[in-house]
């Protein structure tokens, strides 16, 4: 079982950046692929990044590539998504998740936080 919590959303301008935290709980989180996603007002919830359980493996969408980094501390049980050149788009919860499986789909992992707001302004 894993718990997570993520931190770090708030309100910044366009050009900003912000950097989100996943803190999971249990003895497993080192064995989990951990996976950012978000979703935006009446929209489905997307990928955005995820890293391999050793942290030896990431992938982005191409909306972020380049502007995104996706990072982990085991010794710590934390994930971190660093956003630098935020755009308006970027607003949405940000959600991040763990699982067994090296995917983008969201329904494929099995553990999910609560979510943090993110809100660019133009």
């Known amino acids: 079982q894993v718990q997570l919590v993520e931190s770090g959303g708030g309100l910044v301008q366009a050009g900003d950046s912000l950097t989100l935290s996943c803190a999971a709980s249990?003895?497993?989180?080192?064995?989990?692929?951990m996976g950012w996603f978000r979703q935006a007002p009446g929209k489905e919830r997307e990928f955005v990044a995820h890293?391999?359980?050793?942290?030896?493996?990431?992938g982005y969408a191409d909306s972020v590539r380049g502007r995104f980094t996706i990072s982990r501390d085991n010794a710590k049980n934390t994930v971190y998504l660093q956003m630098n050149s935020l755009k308006p788009e970027d607003t949405a919860v940000y959600y991040c998740?763990?699982?067994?499986?090296?995917?983008?789909?969201?329904?494929?992992?099995?553990?999910w936080g609560q979510g943090t707001q993110v809100t660019v302004s133009s």
């Open positions: 249990g003895r497993t989180f080192s064995n989990n692929h």
């Open positions: 998740a763990a699982g067994r499986l090296w995917t983008v789909v969201p329904r494929l992992y099995d553990y």
């Open positions: 890293i391999s359980a050793w942290g030896g493996a990431t």
